[in-house]
């Protein structure tokens, strides 16, 4: 079946470094979200990519939909305290149905 | 705002006990989903809904059934909860929409069965 496999499962960065997670797609996606989580929080919606190459920012995010539409990536730079939590990608099949992938857990040490 | 609100944060139930989840949305969504949550696992469908009185089965249903009697409502039920059922359980909804709208979740309620 249709999957989602989002890297690294957790990531430690000093504040003001960047980070970055990744997910890969067995198939192509219609479109991809992007969800933060923060700590005993509930996953929050970020932005959506909908077009192939597609790039968007918000602020220090910079969010990539690969031209195959198969991969996505989200960088953030400079990394704050704030950031702390855990990133989920969330792809729409050919189905319409939604795939999850794992999620990156992000620890900012200050 | 969209507020999804679900009944308990907290709950603890016994081996074989029939566990109510429920999950209340005030922005009139068609879209309802039950998720569980579980370390290195991230979020896995259990059931979802498009209408009232509308179910579909996700990814991991065994166990588990849903009520959707009002558009505004949706139960999860465990029908004989058992340990292998402790998690988070989060509830989401979203408007019908073939572009696939955002999501918005509930605070979740971490259930414990002992």
């Known amino acids: 079946g249709q999957q989602v496999m989002q890297i690294p499962q957790y990531q430690h960065v000093q504040e003001g470094e960047d980070f970055t997670t990744y997910c890969n797609s067995s198939t192509t996606l219609s479109n991809i979200q992007w969800y933060k989580q923060r700590p005993g929080g509930h996953p929050v919606f970020l932005i959506q990519l909908v077009k192939s190459g597609e790039v968007k920012k918000q602020k220090r995010l910079t969010f990539q939909f690969g031209e195959a539409k198969k991969n996505s990536s989200l960088h953030i730079t400079a990394t704050q305290t704030t950031d702390v939590g855990t990133y989920f990608c969330v792809g729409s099949g050919n189905t319409g149905k939604l795939i999850f992938g794992q999620g990156t857990t992000l620890q900012v040490k200050p | 705002d969209v507020k999804v609100t679900q009944s308990s944060r907290y709950l603890v139930k016994r081996t074989g006990e029939k566990v109510f989840l429920e999950c209340v949305q005030d922005m009139d969504h068609e879209n309802m989903f039950w998720y569980r949550q579980d370390p290195g696992l991230g979020l896995r469908l259990i059931y979802f809904?498009?209408?009232?009185?509308?179910?579909e089965k996700g990814d991991i249903p065994e166990g588990y059934s849903v009520s959707r009697e009002k558009k505004e409502r949706f139960s999860l039920i465990l029908e004989s909860a058992s340990t292998n059922q402790t998690s988070m359980y989060l509830c989401a909804s979203s408007p019908r929409d073939r572009s696939n709208q955002p999501q918005h979740f509930g605070d979740g309620t971490r259930l414990s069965i002992l």
């Open positions: 809904s498009y209408d009232v009185k509308m179910k």
